[in-house]
């Protein structure tokens, strides 16, 4: 594969600022060259697509869903899984690496699959545990995430 | 989402002359402007891929293992379930409708699925069961299958 | 494990007769001291459970949803998948064998998935495809199930 | 249903200590009548069967792989999902509550996963993360977690 992928996993809420770091990660990854692949639905997952998309990148929206009209409109790639919370595995194998915008257990639960998985986690704002690379901002975590793709 | 996403169904082996087939079907769907989906692997998978990409399409492969590698060179979007065959219900509920090409069990299965999911399945040399439009060509098959997105 | 798990599938519809079938299929696979696993819902399923619990067995439901409660009150041991149609996959693995009784699309993609899976499966009224045997009745149905599990 | 199903969930490691604290938790599980559910295969999951399974109780094992043959010889109900670790979801939604005992990444998955899904979680040594209910000892945890069913 020519491209790089990188995910990135956050609640489907998020307030003002939450949802501006994802949009500027997504706008990150996407200028890079990479692409992004997150759960495709709202919250962190709808701004990092917008950024991505606004930069001209390529988003992968790994849907809970039967259908692909759950995805917001940034996506370009929905995938309709109908595994529900098992989605989130799809987003971990599919990624070379993650990055986390602050979330609760839904993104609690793909940290540790990620971490478990041998991927590694880039964090902003998020779950405070071991394993975790806490980042800044969303330059220094894209390009760690970038990094940590290569290996 | 702005394009019709067409899932190929086939077997990951196949002769010359079903791997001529898919290929004519990838370059039809890619020719059309809709996306493909499909297991990402060989054979009637790789041919249709390649048939695509060949015609400037976007190939999405939705992969049993869990690693993107496992694609075959011209997927453009791999997705890594690790769920095994129950891949083919990811594909299935992506695609906006099915073409059928030769294919064994793997195959049947999928068939089946897709119309007890209500989504139309257009045959190319395929199992010969009730439910199944039956096609004569790659151009009858893709015409059709895009007019069943449609719906 | 001291014990065969023989998987009964077929579809939640199902007339009376079809019912009656499923029932004698359930109480026979008890009888040999065997579990049963089905889909642990109603028509097929349920008729099974039913049969295999009035002759003293045990009963193992693989639901689509998220709540055991889903179950049909025959089943002894519910285990709530949330994966839909994809918990077929998971019947097909757990089993040693499966007895098809009659259904529609549904039956048909776990017919294909366990012949695609090595298992062997044993036609009651079912579809008439290759690789199903055919058997006359629920005696000889069960009967060659058990001998497919000790292979 | 009449009975609880109560979930443990742990590494497939674990020393001595560990492991005692999970076979005292499956023999109080099967003492108070309830059923046990975990991954089926070594450490805390067979520890927790083997004290189940000594004092009489059923025990369900969720394995990753396609045989049943993975499951280690205290499980009297074994499931083959093919998932992966996708089979923590099937766990947590076939479980009433949920008793965590010592673990790593793939522990807080689960752990996360079940809060996530509305199911109480007691811990035993485990990860100390907001959401999960502190125990001192297995006594504590068996009798919360059963009263947890009961919601």
Same mark, same amino acid.
């Given at each position: ?12 809420? =998020? ?10 990660? $997504?706008? #990150? %990854? *996407?200028? +890079? !060259? ?49 595994? =529900? ?10 990624? $070379?690496? #993650? %990055? *986390?915008? +602050? !979330? ?48």
């Amino acid at each position: 594969l020519s491209k790089k992928i990188i995910g990135v996993i956050g609640g489907s809420a =998020g307030d003002e600022k939450v949802r501006k770091t994802a949009y500027e990660v $997504g706008k #990150l %990854i *996407a200028e +890079s !060259g990479a692409m992004l692949v997150c759960g495709g639905l709202s919250g962190v997952m709808e701004a990092a697509c917008k950024g991505a998309r606004e930069a001209g990148g390529t988003t992968i929206g790994i849907l809970k869903g039967q259908s692909i009209s759950d995805a917001n409109p940034y996506v370009d790639i929905p995938v309709a899984t109908g595994l =529900g919370h098992g989605r989130n595995l799809v987003i971990i194998n599919t990624a $070379g690496a #993650l %990055i *986390a915008v +602050s !979330g609760r257990y839904g993104t609690l639960s793909e940290i540790a699959f990620a971490i478990q998985s041998g991927k590694q986690v880039f964090g902003l704002g998020t779950w405070d545990i071991e394993g975790i690379a806490k980042c800044e901002n969303p330059k220094e975590a894209v390009e760690k995430a970038l990094q940590a793709c290569e290996i």
